[in-house]
């Protein structure tokens, strides 16, 4: 039955003529067989004709009864509401642009956020039945057997666990060979240090990964040229072999057809490109996509040392694709056992070194999830970049209430204007729930046009995050497409909007007493008319509020980190990255490398010194011991101690004060001589105020095998190591010959930076041509890209604070404006009896700051909740109620609505009494 109904309303929409031809064909058929019938019994055919239709009756009412009995009367009538609600609005062309305009800004910005959600967090792989795909992670406990691992680790700020994706290849293998609910298993390893890309002559930087020979196969993916990676290539006596990403071989190859057999030295190993991924494909991590995928068996090839890394190591990440019927529960029942016996063998096989009495005592196994995995690695997308994006929307959402706010402070001000047409209209008849779909028709018509708007808009702002300061690091693969999620969301947004701001007014403008109604001026409404008007604006104040407040207090966490005190001076200082692991060289030639560099880049004209670290400044990583005083090892293991790899003049060239002591010698550096300078912070927390100069510590992990003990021979101003944001850390600094081969080089000039970073990549280029110059950069555009998330949400909330208060100027404006009007006749007798313009000024603004203050007070308390969400993770040298900005946030809003309500006051004031009097 309902099937049947279903058919005849689409055959009514799809067919409408063929519909009503055999309505009056079916008509026609049932007169003329009467007609006949009159006509065998004697009367004329014209006579019979016209009996015949009065015996049937109204051909139109039948017709209208077969119409919604089919369901096509109300299509008929949302039809003709569509209509009238056009001609309406278009009448009306000064409204219509201010409604459509600012609804397509508050729609276009909720779009473009949620396009960029979208392709981070809910758009699934382009790959093969990406539903069945499973990843496996597991969750750090305390005092578990986990030997070492290195790649994605996070702490899940929902639960507070730290979760990580990293396995080892033994589990891997064991989950591949034994699984029976997966039909494949494959395994991935983003190379977190970029390749050295050598070809034709020139050599380059790239992002790559290790890839199991199941991988593309497991994915579903197919080359777009060539062949994917096969378990034969995954083989270390196979021929290396390289997958190139398809934005990698249009924008290094050109898209040149003949790549497929082309020769590419990959860190100096020979490596055959036999594939292009597919467009679209940007493998199974989508904010951070590899340009070269490699057969892991190829990893000690890359590898510095040749070595392929050990059991102990958990470097891999482990996905799966479900059997039919199979459940991510069952699997983790099956090979929870697997997992288990290979995080005892890999913690029976760790290096000796790492052995200690914690470590024997060690007994829990951490705890594996399975996960869905239709969306790739979910590690980035969901720990790094949801709390971000779900802000930006929350941002975006609090703009969009006051466009609705203003919208719908239009409409109740233009229903003022109608009042005596929907009172008429109300007095011949037609129903209240008749006269609210049609206003609500008409709202929701100018929030689809906004809608359209916005999409247009949201289309060439798609990349707006690449807009933000230094958001390019935010997901520079990402690029936001509008698919069918983003326009659902857009038209659900659409008409949820025009519900959201159209309903209320509906209802108010048809509430009307028809006799005052019908007699009332079209520019005079009613008290409780304003007050609804008036409690729109008080919302609208306190979201503009909270934006300002949350603006400010990013803006200040931005000044006080760009001001903090981070041991160094960072002006007039290059940095850039080399990293000789690239090339495979050996220690003694690297040194010898470096050391070539440092004295060409000393001979530049305008370079005062430079020198070269293990850590690049303010990025912090690498290397960190607990220690100890004193020859006996045992110190504590949250003792954490950093430990930087320097040249002789590394804090010389940085301009870090030696506080007492002396640096290092040529002898002690080239030779890696046990001697190191430590920061005020370390040698007080070792030698609590005693000299430390030829005291010596140690590294404390308790083994025959720890390094020997180190001397201090010089004490050196605390500095800043891997965040700006981060109190003074203890660190140590050891000869370079300590450590291993990459390394930052530092150039501190005499002139402005910027002028001398093509002199420096000439010369550094002019040592060794394969050897890839990466990150070039003044140190000062490090640290302002370091804290470009601050950076980011600062400009964000500014620009949408802004946004905000303006909307709010303007609907204060007219509800001032309406005000106005509606007094006209209260004010033109308070000037005839006497009252001066300031008289009438103060009038029309005591009301307007009421809604100020009633604004400023609510949004003082919903911002003092709101920025206790943020303290944590977005606030730096500035409290959550820091009463500086929220003074200065109420002082702009109170200067917005002194300045929303001067204009119509002061035209108020200016009114001729007489004018005023006779105004009807």
């Not at 100018?446 to 949201?458: F, K, P, Q, R, S």
């Not at 203890?730 to 990459?742: E, R």
């Amino acid at each position: 039955m309902l099937r049947a109904r279903l058919r005849s309303l689409w055959a009514g929409i799809t067919r409408r003529s063929r519909v009503e031809l055999g309505m009056a064909d079916e008509i026609e058929f049932h007169i003329e067989g009467r007609t006949e019938h009159l006509m065998a019994l004697g009367a004329s055919r014209e006579e019979a004709v016209r009996q015949a239709r009065l015996e049937f009756g109204a051909a139109e009412k039948y017709k209208e009864e077969v119409r919604q009995a089919r369901g096509l009367r109300l299509l008929d009538e949302i039809r003709a509401d569509l209509t009238y609600a056009a001609r309406v609005l278009r009448k009306s062309p000064g409204f219509t642009f201010a409604a459509v305009a600012t609804l397509g800004l508050g729609i276009a910005a909720n779009t473009a956020v949620f396009s960029v959600l979208n392709e981070v967090l809910l758009k699934k792989l382009p790959v093969r039945n990406p539903d069945e795909l499973v990843q496996f992670d597991f969750v750090f406990v305390k005092d578990s057997m986990l030997a070492s691992f290195s790649g994605s680790g996070r702490k899940d700020p929902s639960t507070g666990e730290g979760v990580t994706t990293s396995f080892s290849y033994l589990t891997f293998t064991r989950f591949r060979d034994h699984s029976q609910m997966l039909s494949s298993v494959f395994a991935f390893s983003p190379m977190f240090a970029p390749l050295n890309v050598r070809m034709e002559n020139e050599a380059q930087t790239a992002k790559g990964q290790f890839v199991s020979g199941g991988y593309f196969s497991g994915l579903g993916v197919s080359a777009r040229f060539g062949r994917i990676i096969l378990p034969a290539d995954d083989n270390p006596d196979a021929q290396p072999v390289a997958v190139i990403s398809d934005t990698y071989w249009k924008t290094r190859f050109a898209a040149r057809p003949d790549v497929i057999g082309k020769t590419i030295a990959i860190n100096r190993t020979s490596f055959v490109i036999i594939g292009v991924t597919p467009e679209g494909f940007y493998g199974t991590n989508v904010v951070h996509p590899p340009d070269l995928s490699l057969p892991m068996a190829m990893q000690p090839q890359i590898s510095p040392d040749g070595e392929p890394h050990g059991s102990w190591e958990w470097w891999v990440e482990v996905m799966g694709r479900l059997r039919p019927g199979i459940s991510r529960a069952q699997v983790l029942a099956d090979l929870q056992p697997l997992f288990a016996d290979t995080v005892r063998e890999s913690w029976d096989s760790r290096p000796q070194r790492y052995r200690n009495a914690s470590y024997n005592s060690r007994t829990v196994i951490p705890r594996m999830r399975v996960n869905e995995g239709g969306r790739g690695s979910y590690l980035f997308r969901y720990l790094d970049f949801a709390p971000m994006l779900t802000l930006f929307l929350a941002v975006v959402g609090l703009t969009l209430m006051i466009v609705c706010a203003n919208v719908a402070n239009l409409l109740l001000a233009r229903a003022a204007s109608r009042q005596q047409e929907i009172s008429v209209r109300l007095a011949i008849g037609a129903s209240r729930g008749r006269l609210i779909r049609q206003l609500v028709t008409e709202s929701i018509l100018l929030a689809l046009i906004g809608g359209a708007v916005g999409l247009g808009l949201a289309y060439y702002g798609r990349n707006f995050m690449a807009w933000l300061p230094s958001a390019g690091g935010f997901a520079p693969s990402v690029e936001p497409s509008l698919d069918w999620r983003v326009l659902a969301f857009t038209a659900g947004l659409s008409l949820f909007t025009g519900l959201l701001f159209g309903v209320f007014p509906g209802l108010r403008a048809t509430k009307a007493d028809l006799s005052p109604s019908m007699r009332m001026n079209a520019n005079r409404g009613g008290s409780q008319r304003l007050f609804v008007s008036t409690s729109l604006m008080v919302a609208q104040v306190t979201v503009c509020l909270v934006l300002l407040v949350g603006a400010g207090l990013i803006i200040q966490s931005v000044h006080n980190l760009l001001a903090a005190k981070i041991g160094f001076n960072a002006h007039n200082l290059v940095i850039f990255d080399i990293d000789t692991k690239l090339g495979k060289e050996d220690k003694t030639k690297t040194r010898q490398l470096y050391e070539r560099i440092v004295e060409r880049l000393e001979a530049l004209p305008g370079v005062q010194s430079a020198t070269f670290s293990g850590i690049r400044p303010i990025m912090g990583g690498g290397w960190w011991e607990a220690v100890t005083p004193g020859e006996t090892p045992g110190g504590l293991e949250d003792d954490r101690v950093y430990i930087q790899n320097a040249r002789r003049n590394f804090v010389d060239t940085m301009q870090i004060p030696l506080l007492i002591g002396r640096r290092f010698t040529l002898t002690e550096d080239l030779n890696g001589s046990n001697v190191a300078l430590i920061n005020e912070v370390l040698a007080h927390e070792l030698f609590q105020g005693a000299d430390p100069i030829g005291r010596r510590f140690r590294y404390s992990s308790g083994s025959e095998l720890d390094h020997p003990a180190f001397e201090v021979v010089g004490v050196v101003r605390d500095a800043k190591y891997g965040q700006v944001d981060e109190s003074d850390p203890a660190i140590m600094y050891i000869p370079f010959s300590q450590g291993g081969s990459s390394a930052t080089f530092e150039v501190r000039t005499l002139a402005e930076p910027e002028s001398l970073m093509t002199a420096v990549r000439t010369a550094v280029r002019g040592i060794d041509p394969d050897l890839p110059l990466t990150n070039l950069e003044t140190q000062e555009d490090q640290i302002r890209d370091y804290i470009g998330v601050y950076r980011m949400f600062a400009a964000f909330t500014t620009i949408f604070g802004t946004f905000a208060v303006l909307l709010a100027c303007i609907g204060l404006y007219g509800i001032v404006s309406y005000s106005v009007t509606r007094r006209i006749n209260e004010i033109g007798i308070r000037m005839a009896l006497g009252a001066a313009r300031a008289d009438v000024i103060r009038l029309v603004m005591r009301g307007t700051f009421v809604v100020a203050c009633l604004g400023v007070g609510i949004g003082v308390g919903v911002a003092l909740a709101v920025t206790r969400l943020i303290s944590g993770w977005l606030l730096y040298g500035v409290t959550p109620h820091d009463p500086l900005t929220f003074l200065a946030a109420a002082t702009i809003i109170a200067a917005v609505c002194s300045f929303a309500a001067y204009m119509p006051a002061r035209r108020a004031s200016r009114v001729d009494p007489m004018s005023a009097l006779r105004y009807e």
